[in-house]
Protein backbone atom coordinates (compact mmCIF):
# COMPACT_ATOMS: atom_id res chain seq x y z
CA UNK A 1 0.00 0.00 0.00
CA UNK A 2 0.80 3.40 -0.91
CA UNK A 3 1.65 5.83 2.10
CA UNK A 4 3.06 9.16 2.50
CA UNK A 5 5.82 10.17 4.30
CA UNK A 6 8.94 12.76 4.52
CA UNK A 7 12.03 12.19 3.24
CA UNK A 8 15.03 13.99 1.68
CA UNK A 9 15.71 13.30 -2.33
CA UNK A 10 19.07 13.27 -3.43
CA UNK A 11 19.54 13.20 -7.39
CA UNK A 12 23.46 12.90 -8.10
CA UNK A 13 24.98 12.69 -12.11
CA UNK A 14 27.65 12.76 -14.11
CA UNK A 15 28.49 16.22 -15.58
CA UNK A 16 28.96 15.92 -19.67
CA UNK A 17 28.70 12.04 -20.18
CA UNK A 18 28.37 12.38 -23.32
CA UNK A 19 31.30 14.46 -24.04
CA UNK A 20 33.32 11.70 -22.32
CA UNK A 21 32.17 8.59 -24.53
CA UNK A 22 33.47 11.12 -26.89
CA UNK A 23 36.72 11.89 -25.65
CA UNK A 24 37.76 8.97 -23.91
CA UNK A 25 35.89 5.97 -26.08
CA UNK A 26 32.66 3.99 -24.49
CA UNK A 27 35.02 1.45 -22.83
CA UNK A 28 36.95 3.87 -21.02
CA UNK A 29 34.19 6.10 -20.46
CA UNK A 30 31.78 3.30 -19.28
CA UNK A 31 34.33 2.24 -16.54
CA UNK A 32 34.89 5.77 -15.09
CA UNK A 33 31.07 6.30 -14.94
CA UNK A 34 30.64 2.86 -13.25
CA UNK A 35 33.08 4.07 -10.87
CA UNK A 36 30.95 7.07 -9.94
CA UNK A 37 27.80 5.17 -9.75
CA UNK A 38 30.02 3.06 -7.34
CA UNK A 39 30.60 6.12 -4.94
CA UNK A 40 27.12 7.22 -4.81
CA UNK A 41 25.92 3.70 -3.70
CA UNK A 42 28.18 3.28 -1.47
CA UNK A 43 28.22 6.64 0.18
CA UNK A 44 24.23 6.49 0.36
CA UNK A 45 24.58 3.60 2.11
CA UNK A 46 27.45 4.76 4.35
CA UNK A 47 24.30 7.58 5.44
CA UNK A 48 21.57 5.66 6.15
CA UNK A 49 20.48 6.13 2.93
CA UNK A 50 18.23 3.99 0.40
CA UNK A 51 19.30 4.19 -3.67
CA UNK A 52 15.89 3.55 -4.96
CA UNK A 53 17.40 3.80 -9.12
CA UNK A 54 20.14 4.30 -11.24
CA UNK A 55 19.36 6.10 -14.22
CA UNK A 56 22.14 5.51 -17.19
CA UNK A 57 24.85 8.48 -15.36
CA UNK A 58 22.71 9.22 -11.93
CA UNK A 59 21.91 8.18 -9.03
CA UNK A 60 18.27 8.58 -6.64
CA UNK A 61 18.30 7.97 -3.31
CA UNK A 62 16.39 8.77 -0.20
CA UNK A 63 17.09 9.23 3.61
CA UNK A 64 15.18 9.98 6.81
CA UNK A 65 17.06 13.17 7.70
CA UNK A 66 18.12 15.81 6.12
CA UNK A 67 21.85 15.55 7.36
CA UNK A 68 21.63 11.82 5.99
CA UNK A 69 21.46 13.39 2.74
CA UNK A 70 23.74 16.18 2.89
CA UNK A 71 27.02 14.12 4.72
CA UNK A 72 26.13 11.78 2.25
CA UNK A 73 26.55 14.35 -0.86
CA UNK A 74 29.41 15.67 0.58
CA UNK A 75 31.13 12.36 0.64
CA UNK A 76 30.49 11.60 -3.71
CA UNK A 77 31.72 15.02 -3.72
CA UNK A 78 34.88 14.58 -2.02
CA UNK A 79 35.32 10.66 -3.25
CA UNK A 80 34.72 11.54 -6.82
CA UNK A 81 36.91 14.25 -6.93
CA UNK A 82 40.16 12.56 -5.07
CA UNK A 83 39.86 9.21 -7.36
CA UNK A 84 42.79 8.64 -8.94
CA UNK A 85 41.20 6.89 -11.93
CA UNK A 86 38.43 9.43 -12.25
CA UNK A 87 41.09 11.68 -13.84
CA UNK A 88 42.81 10.92 -17.30
CA UNK A 89 44.20 13.18 -19.94
CA UNK A 90 44.05 16.05 -18.50
CA UNK A 91 39.77 14.80 -18.01
CA UNK A 92 38.95 15.19 -14.83
CA UNK A 93 35.26 13.50 -13.95
CA UNK A 94 33.10 15.57 -11.94
CA UNK A 95 28.98 15.43 -10.76
CA UNK A 96 26.64 17.24 -9.46
CA UNK A 97 23.86 17.20 -7.03
CA UNK A 98 20.38 18.41 -6.02
CA UNK A 99 18.41 17.56 -2.50
CA UNK A 100 15.11 18.24 -1.48
CA UNK A 101 13.10 17.73 1.81
CA UNK A 102 9.21 17.52 1.81
CA UNK A 103 6.43 14.53 1.74
CA UNK A 104 6.65 12.12 -0.69
CA UNK A 105 4.15 8.59 -1.60
CA UNK A 106 6.49 5.53 -1.32
CA UNK A 107 4.97 2.44 -2.98
CA UNK A 108 7.22 -0.53 -3.51
CA UNK A 109 10.36 0.79 -3.05
CA UNK A 110 9.44 3.78 -5.25
CA UNK A 111 8.66 7.32 -4.60
CA UNK A 112 6.99 9.90 -6.19
CA UNK A 113 5.35 13.45 -5.69
CA UNK A 114 6.44 17.36 -5.99
CA UNK A 115 9.42 16.79 -3.65
CA UNK A 116 11.19 14.61 -6.23
CA UNK A 117 10.43 16.60 -8.94
CA UNK A 118 12.18 19.74 -6.53
CA UNK A 119 15.01 17.47 -5.72
CA UNK A 120 15.40 16.65 -9.34
CA UNK A 121 15.76 20.07 -10.57
CA UNK A 122 17.93 21.61 -8.10
CA UNK A 123 20.43 19.09 -9.82
CA UNK A 124 19.56 21.07 -12.89
CA UNK A 125 20.85 24.10 -11.25
CA UNK A 126 24.07 22.76 -10.01
CA UNK A 127 27.14 23.17 -12.15
CA UNK A 128 29.95 20.59 -11.48
CA UNK A 129 31.24 20.05 -8.21
CA UNK A 130 28.29 21.70 -6.30
CA UNK A 131 25.58 20.58 -4.15
CA UNK A 132 22.06 22.67 -4.31
CA UNK A 133 19.29 22.69 -1.88
CA UNK A 134 16.38 24.58 -1.20
CA UNK A 135 15.60 26.54 2.19
CA UNK A 136 13.44 23.74 3.35
CA UNK A 137 16.20 21.05 3.41
CA UNK A 138 18.31 24.07 4.94
CA UNK A 139 15.32 24.70 7.67
CA UNK A 140 15.63 20.45 8.71
CA UNK A 141 19.30 20.75 9.54
CA UNK A 142 21.26 20.93 12.80
CA UNK A 143 23.12 24.71 13.31
CA UNK A 144 26.29 22.97 12.36
CA UNK A 145 24.96 21.88 9.08
CA UNK A 146 23.85 24.81 8.64
CA UNK A 147 26.95 26.68 9.30
CA UNK A 148 28.24 25.34 6.08
CA UNK A 149 25.40 26.43 3.47
CA UNK A 150 24.44 29.25 1.63
CA UNK A 151 22.28 31.21 -0.37
CA UNK A 152 23.64 31.43 -3.89
CA UNK A 153 20.47 32.67 -6.00
CA UNK A 154 16.45 32.70 -6.28
CA UNK A 155 15.51 30.86 -8.78
CA UNK A 156 11.87 30.14 -10.94
CA UNK A 157 11.49 26.53 -11.22
CA UNK A 158 9.84 24.52 -13.66
CA UNK A 159 6.39 23.96 -12.53
CA UNK A 160 6.13 26.50 -9.76
CA UNK A 161 5.33 30.31 -9.86
CA UNK A 162 6.87 31.37 -7.27
CA UNK A 163 10.59 31.90 -6.83
CA UNK A 164 13.09 29.42 -4.65
CA UNK A 165 15.62 30.24 -3.04
CA UNK A 166 18.72 27.88 -4.18
CA UNK A 167 21.45 27.01 -1.62
CA UNK A 168 24.95 25.72 -2.09
CA UNK A 169 26.72 23.16 0.55
CA UNK A 170 30.44 24.08 0.79
CA UNK A 171 32.05 20.45 0.73
CA UNK A 172 35.23 21.09 0.44
CA UNK A 173 37.44 20.28 3.66
CA UNK A 174 38.56 23.65 4.73
CA UNK A 175 34.57 24.78 4.36
CA UNK A 176 32.53 22.05 5.73
CA UNK A 177 34.59 19.63 8.01
CA UNK A 178 31.54 20.77 11.10
CA UNK A 179 29.35 18.61 8.77
CA UNK A 180 30.93 15.17 8.94
CA UNK A 181 29.58 13.76 12.33
CA UNK A 182 33.10 12.55 12.97
CA UNK A 183 34.56 15.75 13.68
CA UNK A 184 34.16 17.24 17.20
CA UNK A 185 32.78 20.25 17.77
CA UNK A 186 33.96 21.14 21.24
CA UNK A 187 32.20 20.43 24.55
CA UNK A 188 28.36 21.69 24.66
CA UNK A 189 29.27 24.55 26.83
CA UNK A 190 31.37 26.12 24.37
CA UNK A 191 28.68 26.33 22.15
CA UNK A 192 25.96 28.00 24.94
CA UNK A 193 27.27 31.32 25.78
CA UNK A 194 25.46 34.16 23.50
CA UNK A 195 22.10 34.96 23.64
CA UNK A 196 19.83 37.08 21.38
CA UNK A 197 16.81 39.49 22.05
CA UNK A 198 14.68 40.43 19.29
CA UNK A 199 12.14 42.95 19.84
CA UNK A 200 9.54 43.65 17.30
CA UNK A 201 6.29 45.97 18.00
CA UNK A 202 6.42 44.99 21.43
CA UNK A 203 7.23 41.53 21.52
CA UNK A 204 10.49 39.74 22.74
CA UNK A 205 11.66 36.71 20.81
CA UNK A 206 14.78 34.92 22.39
CA UNK A 207 17.24 33.04 20.61
CA UNK A 208 19.98 30.88 22.26
CA UNK A 209 21.13 27.18 22.39
CA UNK A 210 17.35 25.79 23.07
CA UNK A 211 15.92 27.68 19.82
CA UNK A 212 18.99 29.14 17.90
CA UNK A 213 16.79 29.84 14.46
CA UNK A 214 13.90 32.21 14.23
CA UNK A 215 12.59 33.21 10.34
CA UNK A 216 11.77 36.71 9.64
CA UNK A 217 9.41 37.30 6.74
CA UNK A 218 6.09 38.44 5.26
CA UNK A 219 4.77 34.96 5.51
CA UNK A 220 2.06 34.19 7.95
CA UNK A 221 4.23 30.96 8.88
CA UNK A 222 7.30 32.94 9.90
CA UNK A 223 8.58 32.97 13.51
CA UNK A 224 8.58 36.89 13.20
CA UNK A 225 5.57 38.28 9.90
CA UNK A 226 6.58 41.64 9.01
CA UNK A 227 4.22 42.98 6.18
CA UNK A 228 5.42 45.40 3.38
CA UNK A 229 5.85 45.26 -0.64
CA UNK A 230 9.67 45.31 -0.09
CA UNK A 231 9.80 42.11 2.59
CA UNK A 232 10.02 38.82 0.69
CA UNK A 233 8.11 35.92 1.54
CA UNK A 234 11.13 34.00 3.98
CA UNK A 235 13.28 37.36 4.09
CA UNK A 236 16.17 36.39 6.48
CA UNK A 237 16.95 33.65 9.00
CA UNK A 238 18.66 35.06 12.34
CA UNK A 239 21.08 32.34 14.14
CA UNK A 240 23.06 31.59 17.41
CA UNK A 241 25.50 29.25 16.31
CA UNK A 242 28.97 28.86 17.61
CA UNK A 243 28.89 31.39 20.08
CA UNK A 244 28.27 34.16 17.15
CA UNK A 245 24.53 35.74 15.77
CA UNK A 246 24.31 35.54 12.19
CA UNK A 247 21.24 37.08 10.12
CA UNK A 248 21.79 35.45 6.54
CA UNK A 249 19.22 37.62 4.49
CA UNK A 250 16.99 35.16 1.79
CA UNK A 251 15.72 38.08 0.13
CA UNK A 252 15.36 40.22 -3.05
CA UNK A 253 15.47 43.46 -1.71
CA UNK A 254 18.17 42.71 0.79
CA UNK A 255 18.37 43.59 4.33
CA UNK A 256 19.93 46.69 6.48
CA UNK A 257 21.24 46.53 10.01
CA UNK A 258 21.98 49.72 11.93
CA UNK A 259 24.80 49.19 14.78
CA UNK A 260 23.77 51.53 18.06
CA UNK A 261 26.67 53.54 16.92
CA UNK A 262 24.53 54.26 13.79
CA UNK A 263 27.16 52.10 11.44
CA UNK A 264 24.59 50.92 8.51
CA UNK A 265 25.41 47.87 6.85
CA UNK A 266 23.69 46.04 3.82
CA UNK A 267 23.49 42.13 3.03
CA UNK A 268 21.62 40.87 0.35
CA UNK A 269 21.88 36.84 -0.28
CA UNK A 270 24.48 36.96 1.94
CA UNK A 271 25.61 36.37 5.89
CA UNK A 272 26.54 38.82 8.21
CA UNK A 273 27.51 38.46 12.50
CA UNK A 274 25.29 40.48 14.60
CA UNK A 275 27.36 42.48 17.42
CA UNK A 276 26.24 44.06 20.23
CA UNK A 277 22.79 46.19 20.08
CA UNK A 278 21.05 47.86 17.18
CA UNK A 279 18.21 47.95 14.81
CA UNK A 280 17.49 45.53 12.01
CA UNK A 281 15.49 46.69 8.70
CA UNK A 282 13.87 44.41 6.00
CA UNK A 283 14.08 45.92 1.89
CA UNK A 284 14.44 49.38 3.78
CA UNK A 285 16.71 51.25 6.40
CA UNK A 286 15.82 50.56 9.58
CA UNK A 287 12.52 53.82 10.18
CA UNK A 288 12.89 56.09 12.76
CA UNK A 289 9.66 55.44 14.27
CA UNK A 290 10.99 51.58 14.71
CA UNK A 291 7.54 50.53 13.27
CA UNK A 292 8.81 48.10 10.54
CA UNK A 293 12.15 47.28 11.98
CA UNK A 294 13.51 45.23 14.79
CA UNK A 295 15.65 45.84 17.24
CA UNK A 296 18.44 43.39 18.88
CA UNK A 297 20.55 43.18 21.36
CA UNK A 298 23.27 40.17 21.49
CA UNK A 299 24.30 39.23 24.81
CA UNK A 300 27.18 37.43 25.66
CA UNK A 301 26.31 34.96 28.38
Sequence with gaps: MPRE??????????VGSTRLFELL????????????IDIMRTATVRNEGTVIKTMG?????????ANDAINAACQMQKQITAHSRLRADGISVAIRIGCHFGPVVLESRDVFGATVHTANRMTSQAKAGQIITTA???????PDCRAAVRQVDVATIKGQGSEVALYEVLWQPDDATSMLPQISLGAPEARAGTRLR?????????LDEERPTVVIGR??????VIKGHLISRLHARIEVVRNKCMLID????????????GELAFVRRDSMQLKGRGRIG?????????SQSIGYVCEEL
Design 5 to 14: VELAIVFADV
Design 25 to 36: GDLRARDMIATC
Design 57 to 65: DEVMSTFAS
Design 136 to 142: ATVAQLS
Design 198 to 206: LQFQGVETV
Design 219 to 224: ADESDV
Design 250 to 261: ESTNGTFVQAHS
Design 282 to 290: LGRAPDADA
